[in-house]
């Protein structure tokens, strides 16, 4: 079991920037991709950026591409997501998410298993 907690969230102005993190409890957390995942007002969750256990492998989606990053410090058990030049079609509830399945590469949310509760992030214009 993964417990994830986010924070971070919050009401940014268009060109702005914010910081997500995700802690997450696990013993084994250099064991575990990690992902971000976002679902706005009337949209289906979508995927934003995932990293693989050793950071080695990251998939970031089109639309955040040269404006977000991930990362993650497997000392802190701790994923973090910068968002740059943020966009207000960026608003969306963001979720962290956690598996110990092995793949090549993650891009999917029916890849991961363990999820938060998900953090509000709203972009003003």
């Known amino acids: 079991q993964v417990q994830l907690v986010e924070s971070g969230g919050g009401l940014v102005q268009a060109g702005g920037s914010l910081r997500l993190s995700c802690a997450a409890s696990t013993r084994t957390f250099s064991s575990v991709a990690m992902g971000w995942f976002r679902q706005g007002p009337g949209k289906d969750r979508e995927s934003v950026a995932t990293?693989?256990?050793?950071?080695?492998?990251?998939y970031y989606a089109d639309s955040v591409k040269g404006r977000f990053t991930i990362t993650r410090d497997n000392d802190q058990n701790t994923v973090y997501l910068h968002m740059d030049t943020l966009k207000p079609e960026d608003t969306a509830v963001y979720y962290c998410?956690?598996?110990?399945?092995?793949?090549?590469?993650?891009?999917?949310?029916?890849?991961?298993?363990?999820w938060g509760q998900g953090t509000q992030v709203t972009v003003s214009s």
């Open positions: 998410a956690a598996t110990y399945r092995l793949y090549n590469y993650y891009t999917k949310s029916d890849e991961f298993d363990y």
């Open positions: 990293i693989s256990r050793s950071g080695g492998m990251i």
